[in-house]
């Protein structure tokens, strides 16, 4: 079987798993041929038969969508797995009815989450002109392809609600990263990290807000903030204007997530909007102890044995979350542990390599 992983965007959530994918499959002795089609930034990681370089810059590209779909004819997959909501619509305009399509749906849009979100800022609004028309474009790109896939059972439920994908073309497959080895336990909190978009959605001015409140009487006290976006250079004026810059540190984007949250003892995350986030996923898998609002598939990750969940948008509850592990190590320890234990035995990479397997020879016995 030959597989194609198709991706418009180099970076973030969908970019990670596709690429965590083919390389956990490619290690196996046996299995489908997986070759990732998307941005020549993907190369790294990858060898030059698991990636084959195309663009697809907007859905009005129409060079990039005649490229994808020259590869597609001399590549003739027997599954396409578009990884990202732009892959998804590419995919099912070029692909025919010849190749069987699936579209993981990773999470809906800002601009639409009030149709998603159960809790928070956003929850109940309204879409935009835009936002509605990106889920109207979703619902009928679902309705084209062989299945879609959820990444949590939240998802799956909104997929079905909301967007009426018919329940026997919808399949609900965790994300999965891989395991590290046991790192060393925590014994007291001296960093926090966040590892995100800087998306507005992501709330990362409320977790530097949320810091900087604790900073003063906490001078060794740091906060490591991994990534790029929109809100970063907001974040930047609010740790100058504080006098504790020094104890905020931003890296910029990084692709070496998992070296990033070795120099840390505590995972923040307090977005107002996401679906099933691998950064999150990462660091419990790492063994830190973790705060993260109960937002789409996050409370099927991060129960209340293994971190602390707050109320989305809300920057004191942020900060009572951050004091608390600072000041109760013991239950620090305790999160961490137990959402190592539930990261390996729910969310491993090769459990959900496994699941994926599971699908496209499902799909390909289906279409034979």
Request: with cysteine; aromatic share 4%; glycine share 8%.
């Amino acid at each position: 079987m030959k597989v194609v992983l198709l991706l418009t965007q180099d970076r973030g959530g969908p970019a990670d798993l596709a690429t965590s994918l083919a390389t956990e499959l490619a290690g196996r002795a046996t299995g489908p041929e997986v070759i990732i089609l998307g941005p020549a930034s993907l190369a790294a990681g990858l060898t030059r038969t698991q990636l084959l370089p195309v663009n697809v810059r907007s859905k009005a590209d129409g060079r990039g969508f005649a490229a994808v779909s020259r590869l597609l004819k001399w590549l003739a997959p027997d599954i396409i797995h578009a990884q990202d909501r732009r892959a998804g619509l590419v995919s099912s305009l070029v692909a025919g009815r010849k190749i069987p399509v699936v579209l993981t749906f990773h999470g809906v849009p800002d601009s639409a989450a009030g149709r998603w979100v159960q809790a928070g800022p956003l929850m109940g609004r309204r879409p935009d002109m835009a936002g509605a028309t990106r889920l109207v474009a979703d619902a009928l790109v679902s309705r084209r392809v062989t299945c879609t896939v959820a990444p949590s059972a939240a998802m799956a439920g909104f997929l079905r609600h909301e967007l009426r994908v018919p329940a026997h073309r919808l399949r609900l497959l965790h994300n999965g990263v891989a395991i590290p080895p046991v790192r060393r336990p925590v014994t007291g909190i001296r960093t926090f990290i966040t590892v995100s978009s800087f998306a507005p959605c992501k709330a990362a001015p409320a977790l530097v807000q949320a810091f900087l409140s604790i900073a003063a009487s906490h001078p060794g006290l740091r906060l490591v903030m991994v990534g790029d976006g929109d809100d970063r250079r907001r974040c930047e004026e609010l740790a100058e204007r504080s006098g504790h810059s020094g104890q905020v540190e931003f890296t910029g984007y990084r692709t070496d997530v998992t070296a990033q949250l070795k120099r840390a003892d505590a995972f923040v995350l307090p977005s107002v909007n996401e679906n099933l986030p691998l950064a999150l996923l990462q660091a419990m898998a790492a063994g830190m102890p973790c705060i993260a609002t109960p937002i789409g598939g996050i409370p099927e990750m991060l129960t209340e044995d293994c971190g602390l969940l707050i109320s989305p948008g809300d920057v004191r509850s942020l900060r009572t979350a951050m004091q608390r592990l600072i000041d109760e190590p013991t239950l620090a320890a305790r999160f961490g542990s137990a959402a190592r234990s539930r990261a390996t035995e729910r969310f491993s990479l090769p459990r959900c390599a496994d699941d994926h397997l599971r699908l496209w020879a499902d799909i390909a016995g289906d279409h034979n």
